[in-house]
C-alpha cells in the first residue's frame, strides 16, 4: 500500500479464507504490531494467544452465536486479553491492539476480521469471554476483548467508497 489512507480504504472484514496458511512470519509481523500499540500509562497489559491447531479453531467457533463461524476456515487466530490487575485502561488498549493487528494483517495482503467478545453470549448460553477462559485456559483476571481471525484472502474484497462518507460527522471547534 502507498499510504495508510489507502490501506484503511481497502481494509475490510473478511469471513472467507482461502486454503493458503497464513505463514509463522506474518503472525510474528502482526503480532510484533500488536505489541507496538500505544497504552494508557504505557502499562501494556494486553497479551497475545496466537492458535493454529484445527480443533481448537472449532472448538473457538463456538465462542458467539452466529458470529464466529470463520474461524473454522481461517488459517490462524489471535486472541487479545487484558490483565486486568495491570491497568485500567485494558478495553481501550485491547482494542488499539486489535486495530493495529487488523491493519497489520490487511498490509500483508490477508484477511481478518474482528469477534468481539466483552459483553457477548456464546453457543451454549454462558458468556463469550468465559467460553474462550475454558478452552484456551485464560485466568480468571484477564478481560478476552476480542478475537482476530486470519487466513488468505478467498477474493479480494470492494474498498470502501470514500464518496460515502458521512462528512457531516465531523465538527469544527464546537458540535
Not at 121 to 129: L, R, V, W
Amino acid at each position: 500500500m502507498d499510504n495508510l489512507l489507502e490501506l484503511m480504504i481497502n481494509r475490510r472484514s473478511v469471513r472467507k479464507y482461502s486454503a493458503e496458511p497464513v505463514t509463522d512470519e506474518q503472525i510474528k509481523t502482526i503480532t510484533t504490531a500488536a505489541l507496538l500499540s500505544p497504552s494508557g500509562h504505557s502499562k501494556y497489559p494486553c497479551e497475545f494467544v496466537v492458535v493454529k491447531d484445527r480443533d481448537t479453531l472449532e472448538k473457538m467457533s463456538h465462542c458467539r452465536v452466529a458470529v464466529a463461524k470463520m474461524l473454522n476456515n481461517a488459517s490462524c487466530a489471535i486472541v487479545t486479553i487484558a490483565d486486568s490487575d495491570k491497568s485500567d485502561t485494558i478495553i481501550e488498549d485491547s482494542s488499539i491492539a486489535m486495530m493495529n493487528m487488523h491493519l497489520m494483517a490487511a498490509s500483508l495482503g490477508l484477511g481478518s476480521c474482528w469477534i468481539q467478545l466483552r459483553s457477548r453470549d456464546a453457543e451454549d448460553g454462558t458468556n463469550s469471554e468465559d467460553y474462550i477462559r475454558s478452552v484456551l485456559n485464560i485466568p480468571d483476571h484477564y478481560l478476552c476483548q476480542a478475537i482476530l481471525s486470519i487466513g488468505g484472502l478467498e477474493k479480494t474484497p470492494k474498498p470502501h467508497d470514500i464518496n460515502k462518507l458521512n462528512f457531516d460527522k465531523i465538527h469544527l471547534e464546537q458540535f
